[in-house]
């Protein structure tokens, strides 16, 4: 079985700039997430997705960060404009539903780097 | 909001002996308690889980302890080996405003050998 695919792998960008990042969940999974992981830190949700519907932004910086999942399956993750605060490692994850105790299913993550 | 606290954060044990990493969650409606393995250039992966009504569970070299009381669970490894070498995160469940993890900041585990 396939697992969550996300690119690109690495990102080194200025700040102000724009990026965007994209993920393909595990076929089948309903629910998609989007953490962002400092370096030292635990993953923190950014953004939840149910098939193509936002069950939960409340963590996600409006202001310059946005997410669609269109048709339910791929998702894409921008910034606009970057802050150097923003480098971290961006996680993409996948589960088959809502309920918490769905194991979540990670993707290897895109490494930002804003100088 | 959940709040985890996990220690320590950087553990160094010998290979064959055991490893223990112990989190804290302040919200008592807390059911789910998962810990995920991550290594190097790869994302988290669930490791073993347990939930609020079982005190213990096993599996094979690893296991999860839980005290609801106490409102801490525990990581134990036994006869560790060096691919236990990795960052471990515990998270805890939450509810309000919809279900979601909160996750602690992790315990980098070193086997020497």
């Known amino acids: 079985e396939a697992g969550v695919a996300q690119s690109p792998r690495y990102k080194i960008i200025e700040k102000r700039q724009s990026v965007a990042f994209w993920c393909n969940p595990i076929?089948?999974?309903?629910?998609l997430y989007w953490y962002q992981q400092i370096l030292g830190q635990g993953p923190k949700l950014l953004i939840q997705?149910?098939?193509?519907?936002?069950?939960?932004d409340s963590q996600l910086p409006k202001d310059r960060f946005s997410a669609e999942r269109l048709k339910g399956v791929d998702s894409t993750l921008k910034i606009q404009p970057a802050k150097l605060e923003d480098s971290a490692v961006y996680l993409c994850?996948?589960?088959?539903?809502?309920?918490?105790?769905?194991?979540?299913?990670f993707g290897p993550g895109t490494r930002l780097t804003v100088l | 909001g959940e709040n985890v606290e996990q220690h320590p954060s950087t553990l160094s044990v010998q290979e064959g002996d055991s490893a223990v990493i112990k989190c804290t969650y302040s919200?008592?409606?807390?059911?789910?308690f998962p810990w995920y393995k991550q290594e190097l250039g790869k994302g988290p992966q669930l490791i073993i889980d347990i939930r609020s009504n079982v005190g213990e569970k096993k599996d094979q070299r690893i296991a999860v302890t839980l005290n609801k009381t106490a409102k801490h669970f525990s990581l134990h490894i036994t006869e560790t080996q060096p691919e236990d070498s990795a960052v471990y995160f515990c998270?805890?469940?939450?509810?309000?405003?919809?279900?979601?993890?909160?996750f602690g900041k992790g315990t980098h585990l070193i086997i020497q050998p």
């Open positions: 919200d008592s409606a807390s059911n789910y």
């Open positions: 994850a996948s589960s088959l539903g809502l309920a918490v105790y769905n194991e979540q299913f």
């Open positions: 076929s089948g999974h309903a629910t």
């Open positions: 998270a805890a469940s939450f509810s309000i405003p919809r279900d979601g993890l909160t």
């Open positions: 997705f149910q098939n193509n519907g936002v069950v939960d």
